[in-house]
């Protein structure tokens, strides 16, 4: 239904169960802080959880080791002093470069480094003279850089900009082709196109064809190869920055005219706030194993650290803790509530849940069949404020289950309107607009009620669970797919329909980029929310894969984002 494909429910995991090294690691004191006048016995205990090698009680032991590898274990204390120093230093560098493309460049990098959050005032006003002001360049990268900063930022650029790269007959000329830098920055930047504006189709067709030629001919270098790589597979704008971060870490550094403080910010930052992530991590861990063991729901998904992590897509920031778990909690709910509809009660139960939901009152309770009372107390108890959404999603997730229950079989277009209202989108915008200050005014909830931009996740996020539902197989007590509605209505094969929601996925997405204009002002918090959950749509559907509930391949993610550290 709404959170992904069900399947049989394993044995609660956990936290350490699933990031698999936190149970075993034991934190010593580093290698670096060892003094030289220690006993070789003190040595040997210290390093002993570090590197069996090393206290295997050979006199030849590498014991100079000890003095020269760098702290990984640094306190939290002196990674936050030294970050605050390294944040005046980047501020100046925002306030006293003059040169523009110099201000673009530094503005790309500080965001693609993961540290933007730290700047945003900063980066806002920049960019705000940027787009007020005249820019020529005979360089498309340049051209595309600023297109793509600012239109990301919901200051609007005229595709017109890059009609100087073409030739009478509209179309780009031949020198371009042979620039990857160019026809990547062109590729990035077309891809933040909205409805009819097939200048930037073209733009992205082109650069598209020319990339992908070079590739297959191995006509590029590191690190551009990788970057075109990653680029063809999921342009930057739509990317999980959190793990395109990652990526960048390695490649900066070979880029010419780096700023090697930019990279040291971001690596401590980075680290600050995987301890920040990893502590929150723990807590909703600790929340659900105390949640499964109350409502004693064997058949549901043990999904805790992937419902954490949803959260983290859209939302990382160190201020926003209380949105990420309260976003967390709110998806486990809902899956227990998507599992329990589609796979689990029949449909008297399912309608007596229903009734109680919609009565939201603890006078409610004894009409909840008996097995899913203690989850109707969770669900009163945790979320009183969004209750309206809970009953809207529950009747809607009701009308699912009475359509299998008839034999009914919806049109393409009526399973695309009823499962999109149950895809969660309307919820999870509620639900992580809380300490986004102007996102929680009267006037951001009135929008959210019709927003077409809300719709548009919701049909993506459905379009993107059907597809990869579709891959892996469909499961016994399943609802009709709108793959299935559009196979059968039309009578074609898979991949047909393949290639038709994929351009439905392409016009929402529109439609999203387009909010970006439309809420810069007015609510941009709530813009940030849309863009952010259009983007961690992205990374749980990649592939046509549903790695929410196919969770195994979201274990390197966790390693990278939760346990490893950025090196310094």
Same mark, same amino acid.
């Given at each position: 239904? #709404?959170?992904?494909?069900?399947?049989?429910?394993?044995?609660?995991?956990?936290?350490?169960?699933?990031?698999?090294?936190?149970?075993?690691?034991?934190?010593?004191?580093?290698?670096?802080?060892?003094?030289?006048?220690?006993?070789?016995?003190?040595?040997?205990?210290?390093?002993?959880?570090?590197?069996?090698?090393?206290?295997?009680?050979?006199?030849?032991?590498?014991?100079?080791?000890?003095?020269?590898?760098?702290?990984?274990?640094?306190?939290?204390?002196?990674?936050?002093?030294?970050?605050?120093?390294?944040?005046?230093?980047?501020?100046?560098?925002?306030?006293?470069?003059?040169?523009?493309?110099?201000?673009?460049?530094?503005?790309?990098?500080?965001?693609?480094?993961?540290?933007?959050?730290?700047?945003?005032?900063?980066?806002?006003?920049?960019?705000?003279?940027?787009?007020?002001?005249?820019?020529?360049?005979?360089?498309?990268?340049?051209?595309?850089?600023?297109? *793509?900063?600012?239109?990301?930022?919901?200051?609007?650029?005229?595709?017109?900009?890059?009609?100087?790269?073409?030739?009478?007959?509209?179309?780009?000329?031949?020198?371009?082709?042979?620039?990857?830098?160019?026809?990547?920055?062109?590729?990035?930047?077309?891809?933040?196109?909205?409805?009819?504006?097939?200048?930037?189709?073209?733009?992205?067709?082109?650069?598209?064809?020319?990339?992908? !030629?070079?590739?297959?001919?191995?006509?590029?270098?590191?690190?551009?190869?990788?970057?075109?790589? *990653?680029?063809?597979?999921?342009?930057?704008?739509?990317?999980?920055?959190?793990?395109?971060?990652?990526?960048?870490?390695?490649?900066? #550094?070979?880029?010419?005219?780096?700023?090697?403080?930019?990279?040291?910010?971001?690596?401590?930052?980075?680290?600050?706030?995987?301890?920040?992530?990893?502590?929150?991590?723990?807590?909703?861990?600790?929340?659900?194993?105390?949640?499964?063991?109350?409502?004693?729901? !064997?058949?549901?998904?043990?999904?805790?650290?992937?419902?954490?992590?949803?959260?983290?897509?859209?939302?990382?920031?160190? #201020?926003?803790?209380?949105?990420?778990?309260?976003?967390?909690?709110?998806?486990?709910?809902?899956?227990?509530?998507?599992?329990?509809?589609?796979?689990?009660?029949?449909?008297?139960?399912?309608?007596?849940?229903?009734?109680?939901?919609?009565?939201?009152?603890?006078?409610?309770?004894?009409?909840?069949?008996?097995?899913?009372?203690?989850?109707?107390?969770?669900?009163?108890?945790?979320?009183?404020?969004?209750?309206?959404?809970?009953?809207?999603?529950?009747?809607?997730?009701?009308?699912?289950?009475?359509?299998?229950?008839?034999?009914?079989?919806?049109?393409?277009?009526?399973?695309?309107?009823?499962?999109?209202?149950?895809?969660?989108?309307?919820?999870?915008?509620?639900?992580?607009?809380?300490?986004?200050?102007?996102?929680?005014?009267?006037?951001?909830?009135?929008?959210?009620?019709?927003?077409?931009?809300?719709?548009?996740?919701?049909?993506?996020?459905?379009?993107?669970?059907?597809?990869?539902?579709?891959?892996?197989?469909?499961?016994?007590?399943?609802?009709?797919?709108?793959?299935?509605?559009?196979?059968?209505?039309?009578?074609?094969?898979?991949?047909?329909?393949?290639?038709?929601?994929?351009?439905?996925?392409?016009?929402?997405?529109?439609?999203?980029?387009?909010?970006?204009?439309?809420?810069?002002?007015?609510?941009?918090?709530?813009?940030?929310?849309?863009?952010?959950?259009?983007?961690?749509?992205?990374?749980?559907?990649?592939?046509?894969?549903?790695?929410?509930?196919?969770?195994?391949?979201?274990?390197?993610?966790?390693?990278?984002?939760?346990?490893?550290?950025?090196?310094?």
């Amino acid at each position: 239904m #709404g959170m992904g494909t069900q399947t049989a429910a394993p044995r609660p995991m956990f936290f350490a169960a699933h990031v698999g090294v936190l149970s075993t690691v034991k934190i010593s004191p580093c290698p670096s802080t060892i003094r030289p006048n220690m006993s070789r016995a003190c040595r040997v205990r210290v390093a002993e959880s570090l590197s069996p090698s090393i206290a295997s009680g050979d006199s030849n032991a590498p014991e100079k080791l000890f003095y020269f590898e760098p702290s990984v274990w640094r306190s939290d204390e002196w990674m936050r002093h030294k970050a605050d120093k390294l944040k005046e230093n980047v501020r100046k560098l925002l306030w006293t470069s003059n040169d523009v493309v110099a201000k673009m460049n530094l503005v790309d990098a500080i965001q693609r480094l993961g540290i933007g959050h730290l700047f945003e005032d900063e980066i806002s006003c920049i960019l705000s003279d940027i787009h007020k002001s005249e820019f020529t360049s005979s360089s498309l990268h340049k051209v595309a850089l600023r297109f *793509r900063l600012l239109r990301e930022h919901g200051l609007w650029v005229s595709p017109d900009v890059f009609n100087k790269f073409k030739a009478d007959d509209g179309k780009f000329i031949d020198e371009v082709a042979n620039e990857p830098r160019d026809l990547l920055s062109l590729y990035n930047a077309a891809d933040l196109l909205v409805h009819d504006e097939p200048e930037l189709e073209e733009a992205i067709s082109f650069s598209r064809y020319h990339l992908k !030629t070079m590739m297959q001919h191995n006509d590029l270098k590191q690190p551009l190869f990788d970057q075109v790589s *990653r680029a063809l597979h999921l342009p930057l704008p739509r990317t999980y920055k959190r793990v395109e971060t990652l990526h960048y870490f390695l490649e900066y #550094g070979q880029e010419e005219g780096h700023i090697p403080i930019l990279l040291d910010l971001a690596k401590l930052d980075f680290n600050i706030l995987q301890r920040v992530h990893l502590k929150e991590l723990k807590a909703i861990s600790e929340w659900w194993k105390d949640l499964y063991k109350y409502i004693g729901l !064997t058949y549901i998904r043990d999904r805790a650290v992937e419902s954490y992590i949803w959260s983290h897509t859209m939302l990382f920031g160190e #201020g926003l803790a209380l949105t990420r778990m309260i976003c967390a909690k709110i998806i486990i709910l809902l899956v227990i509530m998507d599992d329990t509809y589609d796979a689990h009660a029949t449909i008297e139960e399912s309608r007596k849940l229903n009734e109680a939901i919609q009565r939201w009152d603890e006078s409610a309770i004894p009409r909840v069949p008996e097995y899913l009372k203690k989850f109707y107390i969770k669900l009163l108890n945790n979320f009183k404020e969004i209750e309206d959404q809970f009953q809207k999603l529950s009747h809607y997730y009701l009308q699912e289950v009475e359509w299998l229950h008839q034999n009914h079989k919806p049109s393409f277009q009526e399973q695309v309107d009823l499962s999109t209202k149950t895809s969660t989108a309307h919820l999870m915008f509620v639900s992580t607009t809380v300490g986004l200050g102007d996102a929680v005014t009267k006037e951001a909830l009135e929008w959210a009620e019709s927003s077409t931009s809300i719709v548009a996740v919701g049909k993506i996020m459905r379009f993107m669970n059907d597809i990869a539902a579709f891959k892996h197989g469909k499961n016994k007590g399943d609802v009709t797919s709108t793959m299935e509605c559009y196979m059968n209505e039309h009578k074609v094969i898979s991949d047909v329909a393949f290639m038709k929601l994929t351009s439905l996925i392409e016009h929402e997405y529109r439609t999203i980029n387009q909010a970006r204009f439309e809420l810069h002002k007015s609510l941009p918090a709530a813009q940030r929310v849309v863009i952010l959950a259009a983007v961690s749509l992205m990374f749980f559907y990649d592939n046509r894969k549903d790695v929410y509930t196919l969770c195994s391949d979201l274990r390197e993610t966790i390693r990278s984002l939760y346990v490893e550290h950025a090196p310094m």
